[in-house]
């Protein structure tokens, strides 16, 4: 059983900076991707950014050039460092991966979402 847990989210004032961590736990045999999400009330939820295994981080136009992800491949965390938040980035943000497990069945590719965590941005 698979486990994504987010950390680091809070509350900040216009400009300031957060860095949020997504940490993977369980049975895990390889990790395919990673990325992060929010969202917003009575919105859907957004995709942000993501991190594919040896590949180039991409990011939603909303967050270039403010936010950048990275990750900790021996450890199964990947980290968002957001800076010069905005108002607008106030949201659930949520991580996201795909990864294959050892079951007893045989190996399992799955796409599993971590709890969210709530980052608000107000003075």
């Known amino acids: 059983q698979v486990q994504l847990v987010e950390s680091g989210g809070g509350l900040v004032q216009p400009g300031g900076s957060l860095r949020l961590s997504c940490a993977a736990s369980?049975?895990?045999?390889?990790?395919?991707?990673m990325g992060w999400y929010r969202r917003t009330p009575g919105k859907q939820r957004e995709w942000i950014a993501s991190?594919?295994?040896?590949?180039?981080?991409d990011y939603a136009d909303a967050v270039k050039g403010r936010f950048t992800i990275s990750g900790n491949n021996a450890e199964n965390t990947i980290y968002l460092q957001m800076n010069d938040l905005k108002p607008e980035d106030t949201a659930v943000y949520y991580c996201?991966?795909?990864?294959?497990?050892?079951?007893?069945?045989?190996?399992?590719?799955?796409?599993?979402w971590g709890q969210g965590t709530q980052v608000t941005v107000s003075s």
């Open positions: 996201n991966a795909d990864i294959t497990t050892a079951q007893a069945v045989g190996t399992i590719a799955a796409n599993y």
């Open positions: 991190l594919p295994p040896g590949g180039t981080p």
């Open positions: 369980g049975s895990i045999l390889s990790i395919q991707a």
